[in-house]
Nanobody, 122 residues
Framework: QVQLVESGGGLVQAGGSLRLSCAAS????????MGWYRQAPGKQRELVAAFTSGSSTNYHDSVKGRFNISRDNAKNTVYLQLNSLKPEDTAVYYC????????????????WGQGTQVTVSS
Protein backbone atom coordinates (compact mmCIF):
# COMPACT_ATOMS: atom_id res chain seq x y z
CA GLN A 1 0.00 0.00 0.00
CA VAL A 2 1.13 3.55 -0.74
CA GLN A 3 0.23 6.65 1.23
CA LEU A 4 0.45 10.27 0.14
CA VAL A 5 0.60 13.04 2.70
CA GLU A 6 0.10 16.60 1.53
CA SER A 7 0.86 19.77 3.45
CA GLY A 8 1.39 23.47 2.95
CA GLY A 9 -1.97 24.93 2.00
CA GLY A 10 -3.51 27.92 3.69
CA LEU A 11 -4.89 31.43 3.39
CA VAL A 12 -2.74 34.07 1.73
CA GLN A 13 -3.24 37.52 0.28
CA ALA A 14 -3.00 38.14 -3.43
CA GLY A 15 0.64 38.40 -4.45
CA GLY A 16 1.75 36.08 -1.69
CA SER A 17 3.42 32.69 -1.83
CA LEU A 18 2.89 29.18 -0.55
CA ARG A 19 4.78 25.93 -0.84
CA LEU A 20 2.95 22.65 -1.06
CA SER A 21 4.55 19.29 -0.44
CA CYS A 22 3.44 15.73 -1.05
CA ALA A 23 5.34 12.80 0.40
CA ALA A 24 4.78 9.28 -0.85
CA SER A 25 5.57 6.30 1.35
CA UNK A 26 4.95 2.58 1.39
CA UNK A 27 5.78 -0.27 -0.95
CA UNK A 28 7.25 1.85 -3.72
CA UNK A 29 9.70 0.30 -6.14
CA UNK A 30 9.92 3.32 -8.42
CA UNK A 31 8.09 6.58 -9.09
CA UNK A 32 6.86 6.95 -12.65
CA UNK A 33 5.23 10.38 -12.54
CA MET A 34 4.38 13.12 -10.05
CA GLY A 35 2.14 16.11 -10.43
CA TRP A 36 -0.28 18.60 -8.95
CA TYR A 37 -3.91 19.21 -9.82
CA ARG A 38 -6.49 21.60 -8.47
CA GLN A 39 -10.23 21.82 -8.27
CA ALA A 40 -12.12 25.03 -7.64
CA PRO A 41 -15.77 25.03 -6.54
CA GLY A 42 -18.05 24.22 -9.45
CA LYS A 43 -15.17 23.44 -11.77
CA GLN A 44 -13.48 20.33 -13.03
CA ARG A 45 -10.17 19.17 -11.67
CA GLU A 46 -7.31 20.46 -13.81
CA LEU A 47 -3.63 19.82 -14.17
CA VAL A 48 -1.49 22.52 -12.59
CA ALA A 49 2.01 21.15 -13.03
CA ALA A 50 3.59 17.77 -13.52
CA PHE A 51 6.78 15.92 -14.28
CA THR A 52 6.33 13.99 -17.47
CA SER A 53 9.00 11.73 -18.96
CA GLY A 54 12.35 12.07 -17.26
CA SER A 55 12.70 15.56 -15.83
CA SER A 56 10.41 17.28 -18.30
CA THR A 57 7.69 19.46 -16.81
CA ASN A 58 4.30 20.59 -17.96
CA TYR A 59 2.42 23.60 -16.58
CA HIS A 60 -1.07 24.98 -17.00
CA ASP A 61 -0.85 28.17 -19.02
CA SER A 62 -2.35 30.23 -16.19
CA VAL A 63 0.48 29.37 -13.77
CA LYS A 64 3.51 29.52 -16.06
CA GLY A 65 6.13 31.85 -14.64
CA ARG A 66 4.45 31.87 -11.22
CA PHE A 67 4.44 28.26 -10.01
CA ASN A 68 7.37 25.85 -9.91
CA ILE A 69 7.25 22.08 -9.46
CA SER A 70 10.23 20.28 -7.97
CA ARG A 71 10.94 16.95 -6.34
CA ASP A 72 13.26 15.10 -4.00
CA ASN A 73 13.67 11.61 -5.41
CA ALA A 74 15.37 10.30 -2.28
CA LYS A 75 12.31 11.25 -0.24
CA ASN A 76 9.68 10.43 -2.90
CA THR A 77 8.40 13.95 -2.37
CA VAL A 78 7.06 16.46 -4.85
CA TYR A 79 6.75 20.18 -4.15
CA LEU A 80 4.82 23.03 -5.69
CA GLN A 81 6.01 26.56 -5.09
CA LEU A 82 3.18 29.01 -5.67
CA ASN A 83 4.25 32.62 -6.19
CA SER A 84 2.37 35.78 -7.16
CA LEU A 85 -0.86 34.12 -6.13
CA LYS A 86 -4.14 35.39 -7.50
CA PRO A 87 -7.70 34.95 -6.17
CA GLU A 88 -8.41 32.69 -9.15
CA ASP A 89 -5.79 30.26 -7.84
CA THR A 90 -8.14 29.46 -4.95
CA ALA A 91 -8.86 25.73 -5.03
CA VAL A 92 -8.18 22.42 -3.38
CA TYR A 93 -4.81 21.22 -4.60
CA TYR A 94 -4.17 17.49 -5.03
CA CYS A 95 -0.97 15.66 -5.72
CA UNK A 96 -0.99 12.63 -7.97
CA UNK A 97 1.75 10.05 -8.03
CA UNK A 98 2.16 7.06 -10.30
CA UNK A 99 4.35 4.34 -8.84
CA UNK A 100 5.49 0.81 -9.54
CA UNK A 101 5.02 -1.51 -6.59
CA UNK A 102 6.28 -5.00 -5.93
CA UNK A 103 9.68 -4.78 -7.60
CA UNK A 104 10.92 -4.90 -11.20
CA UNK A 105 8.09 -5.69 -13.55
CA UNK A 106 5.56 -4.84 -10.89
CA UNK A 107 2.27 -3.12 -11.54
CA UNK A 108 1.90 0.63 -11.92
CA UNK A 109 -0.70 2.37 -9.78
CA UNK A 110 -2.03 5.92 -9.51
CA UNK A 111 -2.50 7.51 -6.11
CA TRP A 112 -4.06 10.83 -5.10
CA GLY A 113 -3.34 12.91 -2.04
CA GLN A 114 -6.10 13.99 0.32
CA GLY A 115 -6.06 17.55 -0.98
CA THR A 116 -4.99 20.78 0.62
CA GLN A 117 -6.96 24.02 0.49
CA VAL A 118 -5.34 27.11 -0.98
CA THR A 119 -7.32 30.32 -0.53
CA VAL A 120 -6.13 33.61 -1.98
CA SER A 121 -7.83 36.77 -0.77
CA SER A 122 -7.98 39.93 -2.85
Amino acid sequence: QVQLVESGGGLVQAGGSLRLSCAASGSIFSVVAMGWYRQAPGKQRELVAAFTSGSSTNYHDSVKGRFNISRDNAKNTVYLQLNSLKPEDTAVYYCRVAVVVGGPGGYEYDYWGQGTQVTVSS
